[in-house]
RNA sequence: GGGGCUGUAGCUCAGCUUGGUUAGAGUGCCGGUCUGUCACACCGGAGGUCGCGGGUUCGAGCCCCGUCAGCCCCGCCA
């Protein structure tokens, strides 16, 4: 973890965890946290701890004073000490190959304790038989869980991220622009944070979920281009991936194109991974939305093994069974995917897949395998020869299939395909599989009410070549947007934006928006087009998702110093709590059932 | 909003299937021995609201109901 800096202070001479055969001989002050502690009876080793690593303190009679030697065995662990002595080479046969520090320890003379700690709640390092503590208690005492090298790790990998981040977009004209925290509330998209105020009785502030807004008015003010690392606020349900509070790389350029943005994005993408150790190739391939879904089932499809899914409808066509008969008819198709060696699961396996496949909303899957020549599985004899032939299946191969309308079939043949890559070990983990997906629908309808929504959000400029689709079928029209995808996992997207106020008239009408809400929610944007807006776009990445993934964390919380719980609460400083009921007046906020409280 | 898993010593866990004497282990902690250890070793000791509340029972860590907390998933996340 070394960074090579010197962080010597008036207080201590040099960071023990720094220590090499180089420094022998000299005289150094540590400052540091005891790890360990093994008393010999006459003398006494310590394991101290900094930022930088762990080295050994030796305290023998021969060189530390009395009261250093017993101090040394009475301290407690993770106390803070400050340590006098000299670097010595250890003796021969005395090395400890495991630590960076091992070559070498310091012979204490004088010792102090300036930190005393009381027995840590959960410990800081592991030693026989302990495990990690739960994250429970790791997220309550978490001023002892991130003392541990690996979160240490993380945290030092998170800001360097970040400079790279800020050098890379600053050395290509972008200018940093905090834009505000305090802002209005957006009624579409996810549930807002709100904030009373105080001095406007009755009315709110939200916390942002993105700085969308702020960003294209800084385009059409001219500062052409934009970065934040900005935190972003969504009262939603939370994951393993999700926190209420989140970052986000938020970029915004004029007088682009969504080219420019893919090249931009990719070079930033490329930077992360080289700080990490790893180079990528770009750019990224390519593939449209409508391509995505229709071979992968999903807009975030996992390029690392094929799997493909293919249209089985001719195949069946006329066949009379029952299931693709009706489905088939009533304007669905027959999908699926082609298993090489998938004829060798069990029962039991091809069960659970189908489970999946029902959990995500299919009424069922059809199996098909071929096993010497031989086509079998339940749909097997409706088929004509020449109609089991059309479905391709080669000898060994696993062939499962949903009969249904495309948005059932879809996320339920995405599931059984990720699935089945599992199983059958089709994963190759340490592939690097960076995809962008294009030309996502503009709008997406209702299931229940049949009103169209904006897919990514309502200021995202329709295709050029779909502008005519707007009057005649919307819901056919593309937008100009895009995600960038890896292994399956969304790393950010954007799009290009609406810079002309007709356009963006037209988009609220067509989204049911009237213009006298259009101008309540979003009249300040929308004056700032009929004010000259540059064609510009950007695109927003999301940066925890980012250091954890490069982290080899599995988990947001282990890539942010003070995560909230899957309750979207903070178990360290225990945020949220109730608050003085003459609070609550200064905001002109009753609680309801203030009584049964 | 829904589903699943977990909650027993400071920490990590066993005990729960099939209710029954004094709830165990490792580690940590406390005391002692030990001059080259490094997950030191050895000897001894203390340490429990079995998450919380209610119920069933002669009897509940164990069975039932509720509740709280943590984690995972579905919905949700423009």
Redesign the pocket.
């Known amino acids: 973890m070394s960074e090579g800096l010197s962080l010597a202070t008036s207080v201590r001479s040099h960071l023990g965890g720094e220590l090499r055969s180089a420094d022998v001989g000299s005289r150094v002050t540590l400052g540091g946290w005891v790890q ?8 006494v ?1 310590l ?1 101290l701890r900094d930022r930088a690593g762990v080295i ?1 303190v ?1 305290f ?3 060189f530390a004073d009395a009261d250093a030697i017993r101090m040394a ?2 301290v ?2 993770e106390s803070v000490v400050l340590i006098e002595g000299e670097v ?1 080479a ?2 021969e ?4 190959a ?2 960076a520090t ?1 070559d070498v ?1 310091v ?1 204490a003379v004088t010792m102090r304790v300036v930190g005393p700690a009381e ?5 800081v390092t ?12 790791r ?1 309550r005492h978490r001023y002892l869980d991130l003392r541990r090298p690996e979160l240490q790790a993380n945290i030092v990998l998170r800001h360097r991220l970040m400079q790279v981040t800020r050098r890379h977009l600053s050395e290509r004209g972008f200018l940093e622009i905090e834009t505000p925290i305090l802002t209005k509330p ?1 009624p ?4 807002d944070y709100l904030v009373p105020s105080r001095v406007s009785a009755g009315e709110f502030y939200a916390l942002p ?2 700085p ?2 702020y960003k294209q008015l800084l385009m059409i003010a001219g500062f052409d281009r934009y970065f934040q690392i900005a935190r972003c606020f ?1 009262d ?7 926190q209420p509070e989140f970052t986000q790389i938020d970029i915004e350029a004029s007088f682009i194109a969504a080219q420019d943005i893919y090249t931009l994005a990719e070079g930033l993408i490329a930077a992360l991974w080289k700080e990490a150790g790893v180079t990528i190739p770009i750019p990224f391939p390519r593939m449209s939305y409508a391509d995505a879904v229709e071979k992968y089932g999903t807009d975030r499809p996992d390029l690392r093994y094929g799997l493909e899914l293919f249209d089985a409808t001719e195949a069946f066509r006329g066949a009379n069974f029952g299931i693709t008969k009706g489905a088939i008819e009533s304007g669905g198709r027959i999908r699926g995917l082609r298993i090489p060696g998938g004829a060798v699961l069990s029962r039991k396996q091809v069960d659970d897949l189908e489970a999946l496949a029902r ?2 909303g299919a009424a069922g899957m059809l199996r098909l395998k071929r096993e010497k020549g031989e086509l079998t599985g339940p749909p097997a004899k409706f088929l004509s020869p020449e109609q089991g032939a059309m479905l391709g299946i080669e000898e060994g191969e696993l062939c499962l299939l949903v009969a249904a309308p495309d948005r059932v079939s879809s ?1 339920a043949l995405d599931r059984v395909r990720q699935e089945v890559a599992k199983v059958m070990k089709r994963v190759p983990e340490k592939t690097l599989s960076f995809l962008w997906v294009l030309d996502f629908p503009l709008f ?1 309808k209702d299931a229940t009410t049949g009103a169209l ?6 200021f995202t400029s329709p295709h050029p070549d779909d502008v005519a689709l707007l009057s005649s079928a919307p819901e056919k029209a593309r937008a100009v947007a895009y995600d960038v995808v890896l292994n399956g996992t969304e790393l950010g997207g954007g799009s290009i934006r609406i810079a002309d106020p007709d356009v963006q008239r037209r988009m609220f009408n067509l989204l049911a928006i009237d213009d006298e809400t259009a101008q309540q929610r979003f009249g300040f944007l929308l004056e700032g087009l009929r004010s000259g807006a540059p064609p510009h776009g950007g695109i927003a990445l999301g940066f925890d998702r980012i250091a954890m993934l490069l982290s080899g964390a ?2 947001l ?1 282990d890539v942010i110093a003070f ?5 979207a ?1 903070a ?1 360290f400083e225990g945020a949220p709590t109730p608050v003085a009921a003459e609070d609550l007046r200064d905001l002109h906020i009753r609680l309801e059932d203030e009584g049964t409280r």
Do not use: C, M, W, Y
């Not at 592991?126 to 208690?137: I, N, Q, V």
């Open positions: 360990r502690q093994r008393a010999l009876g006459g003398i080793f394991d050994q030796s023998d009679p021969k065995g009475d407690g662990r010595v250890r003796p046969g005395g090395r400890n495991e630590l091992g320890e012979k027995t840590p709640a959960i410990p592991l030693g026989k038989g302990e495990s990690l503590p739960s994250e429970e208690l997220l957006t579409e998209g996810a549930r979920q993105s969308q807004l969504r939603e349900d939370l994951r393993a991936d999700r959990g995500a996320p997406e929504g904006a897919v990514h959000h309502p599995t988990s919380r995560p909230k719980t899957t309750a609460r178990l």
